[in-house]
């Protein structure tokens, strides 16, 4: 009887291994397993560096030093002495954290006050906040737009664009890259399946291509057609245009976008948090049916009220931005001098060398890290296959000699690989 107990222990014991060993979730660990082996073979793996310094032209990664040309860091404000203590005064003023989402009791006064500021600075009527520009364009489509409606948007927008647009009901159409001719071709079939509202939606600067949507044809276009326009400025807010009003100012058609939508999380001081401003009725509409509005947090005191003295900084002053576009032209001019394939526009601070192979891009970025600047090679699936990219983001804050170094130890990588002659 024993004996029938230990092997029965035994048998139960075995079987249980066996299921434990072939359980869902180690099915999912082993495919998932095999999935990060076939991303490192093919060159293409993402691998996190440490930062343990904060956010500057100069960073320190553990105990190494680099020149930084890989931030969304564009006025350099991210350890800006000013917004530091303005962030430390609000913590003592206002509090750590909101615990709640704004129609409960997450709204203070200071959130009502930047949304006025940024309608202000955009010269629209209102503004609405969110957790993140990505949960801006997530909650806009949706809570707006059904199956009487058409979206129309650029094939390259960012990936929170996208998804929002997945998310709503709406006919959804996709217009080659920046190319007009099909964007009309696009119009024309949402008018003639008879769409009650045409949403023509783009990024104003491309992030992973640094150049410019054509906003004075793709207005000429929306009126044509009778469509309104949504535009993310995520990397545009602060830096392109004049006084930093982005691609509207830029293009002189500020009175003619519908909607905006951008970010806190770049250029402006780099914290987090995102908004879309326009019409009031728009902007009350999101306020009742946005789902990332009414079921996230808001956003936190320091940010609201840093955030403000931002838009001041802005609103009284262009050297950042004047300084950015500066900085932008000497890179760009001497790395056209070496023969570097850069892509992208002048007037944006996102300028990617172009290097086609996937493996090429990531050995060229952990290269020219190893050389003291700090850069990334992009590719499948961040850019299409084929297309792989080293970005260099530039920073109002970068001397005139970091971007020259940056420039020879460019130089020196791309002789070593034969990029350039």
């Given at each position: 009887?024993?004996?029938?107990?230990?092997?029965?222990?035994?048998?139960?014991?075995?079987?249980?291994?066996?299921?434990?060993?072939?359980?869902?979730?180690?099915?999912?660990?082993?495919?998932?397993?095999?999935?990060?082996?076939?991303?490192?073979?093919?060159?293409?793996?993402?691998?996190?560096?440490?930062?343990t310094?904060?956010?500057?032209?100069?960073i320190?990664?553990?105990?190494?030093?680099?020149?930084?040309?890989?931030?969304?860091?564009?006025?350099?404000?991210?350890?800006n002495?000013?917004?530091?203590?303005?962030?430390?005064?609000?913590?003592?003023s206002?509090?750590?954290?909101?615990?709640?989402?704004?129609?409960?009791?997450?709204?203070?006064?200071?959130?009502?006050?930047?949304?006025?500021?940024?309608a202000?600075?955009?010269?629209?009527?209102?503004?609405?906040?969110?957790?993140?520009?990505?949960?801006?364009?997530?909650?806009?489509?949706?809570?707006?737009?059904?199956?009487?409606?058409?979206?129309?948007?650029?094939?390259?927008?960012?990936?929170?664009?996208?998804?929002?647009?997945?998310?709503?009901?709406?006919?959804?159409?996709?217009?080659?890259?920046?190319?007009?001719?099909?964007?009309?071709?696009?119009?024309?079939q949402?008018?003639?399946?008879?769409?009650?509202?045409?949403?023509?939606?783009?990024?104003?600067?491309?992030?992973?291509?640094?150049?410019?949507?054509?906003?004075?044809k793709?207005?000429?276009?929306?009126q044509?057609?009778?469509?309104?326009?949504?535009l993310?400025?995520?990397?545009?807010?602060?830096?392109?245009?004049?006084?930093?009003?982005?691609?509207?100012?830029?293009f002189?058609?500020e009175?003619?976008?519908?909607?905006?939508?951008?970010?806190?999380?770049?250029?402006?001081?780099?914290?987090?948090?995102?908004?879309?401003?326009?019409?009031?009725?728009?902007?009350?509409?999101?306020?009742?049916?946005?789902?990332?509005?009414?079921?996230?947090?808001?956003?936190?005191?320091?940010?609201?009220?840093?955030?403000?003295?931002?838009?001041?900084?802005?609103?009284?002053?262009?050297?950042?931005?004047?300084?950015?576009?500066?900085?932008?032209?000497?890179?760009?001019?001497?790395?056209?001098?070496?023969?570097?394939?850069?892509?992208?526009?002048?007037?944006?601070?996102?300028?990617p060398?172009?290097?086609?192979d996937?493996?090429?891009a990531?050995?060229?970025?952990?290269?020219?890290?190893?050389?003291?600047?700090?850069?990334?090679?992009?590719?499948?699936?961040?850019?299409?296959?084929?297309?792989?990219?080293?970005?260099?983001?530039?920073?109002?804050?970068?001397?005139?000699d970091?971007?020259?170094?940056?420039?020879?130890?460019?130089?020196?990588?791309?002789?070593?690989?034969?990029?350039?002659k």
């Amino acid at each position: 009887m024993n004996f029938r107990r230990s092997q029965n222990l035994f048998k139960s014991l075995i079987s249980k291994a066996m299921s434990t060993k072939n359980s869902p979730k180690d099915l999912l660990a082993k495919h998932c397993s095999e999935v990060v082996s076939q991303i490192k073979s093919a060159g293409t793996y993402k691998k996190e560096r440490e930062i343990t310094s904060p956010q500057a032209s100069e960073i320190t990664l553990n105990s190494k030093k680099a020149l930084n040309f890989c931030s969304n860091n564009y006025l350099g404000l991210s350890n800006n002495p000013t917004l530091i203590q303005t962030a430390k005064d609000t913590l003592d003023s206002h509090g750590y954290g909101m615990s709640s989402v704004r129609f409960i009791c997450g709204t203070q006064n200071i959130h009502k006050k930047l949304e006025k500021t940024i309608a202000n600075f955009h010269s629209m009527e209102d503004t609405i906040l969110y957790s993140s520009c990505f949960d801006a364009n997530a909650g806009f489509f949706e809570a707006l737009f059904d199956s009487n409606d058409a979206i129309i948007s650029d094939t390259l927008n960012h990936a929170s664009v996208i998804d929002g647009i997945r998310l709503c009901k709406a006919k959804r159409f996709r217009y080659n890259h920046i190319d007009m001719s099909d964007l009309e071709e696009k119009l024309k079939q949402a008018t003639g399946e008879g769409a009650r509202f045409k949403v023509i939606v783009s990024d104003g600067v491309f992030s992973m291509d640094g150049d410019l949507a054509p906003l004075d044809k793709i207005v000429a276009l929306a009126q044509k057609y009778q469509a309104n326009i949504y535009l993310d400025e995520s990397h545009s807010t602060g830096i392109v245009g004049k006084t930093g009003r982005g691609t509207p100012e830029h293009f002189g058609v500020e009175k003619e976008i519908d909607f905006i939508s951008s970010t806190m999380g770049k250029a402006l001081g780099g914290a987090s948090g995102g908004y879309t401003t326009g019409k009031s009725e728009v902007i009350e509409t999101l306020r009742q049916k946005s789902r990332p509005y009414l079921f996230s947090n808001s956003i936190v005191p320091a940010i609201a009220n840093t955030s403000i003295k931002v838009f001041e900084m802005l609103n009284s002053s262009n050297d950042l931005t004047t300084q950015l576009k500066a900085n932008v032209l000497l890179f760009r001019t001497e790395m056209e001098k070496l023969g570097f394939h850069l892509l992208g526009k002048k007037e944006t601070a996102i300028i990617p060398i172009f290097l086609k192979d996937e493996k090429l891009a990531t050995e060229f970025g952990n290269e020219m890290f190893d050389e003291g600047i700090y850069v990334v090679g992009f590719s499948y699936p961040v850019v299409p296959k084929g297309q792989a990219r080293v970005r260099v983001q530039i920073s109002a804050s970068h001397t005139k000699d970091q971007i020259l170094r940056a420039v020879r130890t460019f130089e020196k990588i791309g002789r070593k690989k034969n990029i350039i002659k």
